[in-house]
């Protein structure tokens, strides 16, 4: 009875929390995201930026109501001198004008007077431009033709009164001593109360459980004795920032837009050299954490809520009350490992600091830390949740999170956001073709599973731009050996009802269908990633013999290795599989489902009878998840075996390899090494040429990297024949340094 009042108290506040639904969780971070766009940039946020008419009418629009009539920090920045000659420039003349490459320019018109040789003065009018802003998208900047995520960055907060022992600090102002009551001020003039910032007021205020403006002269001092000693971990004492990090630099760098000169702030290029990791950037040498690449929105959702800690600090520490406010199952899985957290579904970051949903109110983290009879709800993200995600091992919780960024929208969807796509599932083996990661579907399941792309891709002349042109026009279908050529790749292959969208001088954008096809890859939301090695017609599927309650009989949408469930240690997807099928998705717990269902769920295990191949026998069926990921084997088709610490190539393994060499595809292992290096390397045609003619360029590629290529591709060098002494003496050499630990076929 107990288990069920706690059920029952868990469904009314579930109601409450109606932000823990990731579609929610997406609209608040957009409506977050456009408020501080147009407060730092004046520009509202745009999910399409390829119509350039429509572009163009919202950013008349933006000019209007945030520069010529509004207000916007930007503008501020440039009124307080970070512009020069503002005094010469006409009133409400700023105008937005969009870039296809992929930026804004803000410009204005200004007046003013030039000495002419005479002596004289004329007259000028001028219109320039004085800042190159980022295109915002959803949760997004498109900085070039990228899109870049800003996440956000943790940095401790030395502006902070703090305690230690019965000291009170603040900066290098003052100590109060709280045994005597004094204060020992060490700047001259400095007044401990009317120099205090609003964060301390505030911190300070949350130890009397009063508001900000309630903390007075008289009493703020009865706060310091409250304080409690320093914690240099705790969240408290840092303040987190998200577009502000990078207005920053703005505000912080020498560089001064002087548009009559034609000087401009370009604050996306500043950006993006931080994103790059540019050593010893003066403007900010830390933030390259703060700019990630965002593959679709998804991805940006996750990232744009990461925290990345400072690493000038601590780069080991965590968060003392972490459980409050991060989420304790997702973190970086690279080299930054302990650096970042993602905050929970409740939390969001504004004036430096964190709020989080209480009672249907938003508390900050001082609130919060004052008062430990407050319920926080902790949770596992969205992204990374699911019925029964709690039950599964934490690096399957890690993984689905990860996953869920590279999900790819789908013809069978049940969620245009989420691209989800339920499926009828049977946990099972079938000759060997579900072995550990391999996955079997079905024909119509395959179908559903059709993607649809839209390519950005950037014409690298006039001739390129005339070439298209003459064949095509916006709206029309391209074929698709005309848009391998354009991007150089084999990799779109697969593309199919490939239609322009836009096509200009620089850009065309295309938006094409994707079968899915054997070798393409998915999951479900329990990190259960594989690849499909087997698409059968329905009729070919294991079928469930009957109805068992309001799960019908029939064919099976796809196949998945119970042995893979155990193995991962995954077992949410079994119970997820059950509860979709017979309408219990209000339970997200193996130990309440257990409780309370166990005597049906015992009924629909029996009653679960699976026809396969002529036989019959009792499975774990249901419905689950699944979504379709941005990797398919076409686009997986560049490889290489050549051992690379920087050419960024995939390897291509020993087992891939031997598949090749044991059909007799030596061309094929051929084409696809040579075809890979050209992406990285210059020496494709030189490599054609000895390919045609059988001789070695006089000249080659004068690099060790260059011959280990030509060895690893079949190459026999003779030495003696058809060369100059210096060149022959050079070429023995180097094929005396070549060694097998310098060569990795495998």
């Avoid at 070695?696 to 024949?721: C, M, V």
Wanted: with cysteine; hydrophobic share 40%; aromatic share 10%.
């Amino acid at each position: 009875m107990q288990l069920l009042n706690l059920f029952n108290l868990r469904e009314e506040r579930r109601d409450e929390m109606s932000i823990h639904n990731i579609n929610n969780l997406w609209q608040r971070q957009k409506d977050i995201w456009k408020a501080e766009n147009e407060r730092y940039f004046g520009v509202t946020p745009l999910a399409n930026w390829h119509n350039q008419d429509a572009v163009q009418r919202h950013l008349n629009e933006c000019a209007d109501r945030l520069w010529n009539n509004g207000e916007n920090e930007l503008k501020t920045l440039f009124q307080e001198g970070k512009c020069n000659d503002m005094d010469k420039m006409v009133p409400g003349s700023y105008e937005l004008v969009y870039d296809q490459s992929g930026i804004i320019c803000l410009y204005a018109t200004f007046q003013y007077t030039q000495d002419k040789m005479d002596g004289e003065k004329d007259q000028m009018v001028k219109r320039a431009p004085l800042a190159y802003l980022p295109v915002p998208d959803d949760l997004c900047w498109y900085l070039g033709e990228s899109r870049y995520v800003l996440r956000i960055t943790a940095m401790a907060n030395y502006s902070l009164i703090y305690r230690v022992g019965n000291l009170c600090y603040y900066q290098k102002a003052w100590i109060y001593s709280i045994n005597s009551g004094e204060f020992e001020v060490k700047i001259d003039d400095f007044d401990p109360w009317d120099r205090m910032t609003e964060l301390n007021r505030g911190w300070l205020a949350a130890w009397l459980d009063l508001k900000p403006e309630e903390l007075t002269r008289e009493n703020f001092v009865k706060a310091m004795r409250l304080l409690p000693e320093h914690d240099p971990c705790a969240v408290y004492n840092f303040r987190f920032t998200r577009v502000d990090e990078m207005f920053n630099m703005v505000r912080r760098s020498k560089r001064f837009a002087n548009p009559i000169m034609k000087v401009s702030i370009p604050i996306n290029i500043v950006k993006m050299f931080t994103a790059q990791r540019v050593r010893n950037d003066a403007l900010d040498r830390n933030g390259s954490n703060n700019l990630v690449l965002a593959s679709n929105d998804l991805f940006a959702l996750e990232n744009s809520r990461t925290v990345i800690y400072k690493n000038e600090f601590n780069s080991n520490f965590m968060f003392t009350q972490s459980d409050r406010f991060f989420d304790a199952f997702k973190t970086s899985t690279n080299k930054s490992a302990g650096k970042s957290r993602l905050l929970l579904d409740d939390v969001q970051v504004e004036d430096g600091k964190l709020w989080n949903l209480i009672d249907g109110k938003l508390r900050d983290m001082w609130d919060i830390a004052v008062h430990p009879e407050w319920t926080v709800h902790r949770n596992l993200s969205v992204l990374s949740s699911s019925n029964f995600s709690s039950n599964n091992a934490p690096k399957r919780i890690m993984m689905t999170a990860k996953l869920r960024a590279q999900a790819v929208p789908t013809m069978g969807e049940n969620d245009p956001f989420t691209h989800e796509t339920p499926a009828r599932i049977v946990f099972g083996d079938w000759k060997g073709f579900n072995f550990g990661d391999s996955i079997i579907i079905s024909r119509s399941f395959a179908r559903r599973l059709k993607s649809k792309k839209i390519r950005k891709i950037h014409l690298n002349s006039r001739e390129s731009y005339h070439k298209l042109a003459d064949k095509y026009v916006e709206g029309d279908l391209m074929a698709v050996e005309d848009l391998m050529e354009l991007v150089g790749s084999t990799m779109c292959n697969n593309y199919r009802n490939i239609k322009i969208q836009s096509l200009s001088y620089e850009w065309v954008v295309v938006e094409a269908d994707v079968p899915f096809s054997v070798g393409d890859k998915l999951t479900n939301l329990h990190g259960s990633k594989g690849v499909v090695s087997l698409i059968l017609e329905d009729h070919e599927m294991p079928c469930l013999a009957e109805a068992v309650g309001s799960f019908p009989a029939g064919p099976f949408d796809i196949i998945v290795s119970g042995l893979s469930v155990y193995r991962r240690r995954s077992l949410g997807q079994l119970f997820e599989a059950w509860a979709s099928a017979t309408g219990h998705e209000d339970v997200d717990n193996i130990l309440d489902a257990v409780e309370m269902y166990s005597e049906e769920m015992a009924e629909f295990s029996k009653k679960s009878v699976v026809l396969f191949g002529g036989k019959s026998s009792v499975k774990p069926v249901g419905i689950n998840v699944i979504l379709r990921l941005d990797h398919d084997a076409c686009g997986k088709q560049s490889h290489s075996y050549i051992k690379s610490n920087y050419a960024r190539m995939l390897k291509f393994g020993e087992m891939e390899l031997l598949n090749l060499a044991s059909r007799g595809l030596f061309n094929v292992m051929n084409e696809i090494d040579v075809r890979s290096i050209s992406k990285h390397h210059d020496s494709l045609a030189q490599i054609q040429e000895m390919q045609r003619t059988g001789m070695i360029n006089p000249e080659p590629a004068n690099s060790l990297r260059f011959f280990n290529i030509l060895k690893t591709i079949g190459f026999e060098f003779n030495i003696g024949t058809g060369m100059s002494g210096n060149i022959r003496h050079e070429l023995v050499q180097l094929q005396r340094m070549l060694t097998d630990e310098q060569i990795d076929l495998f």
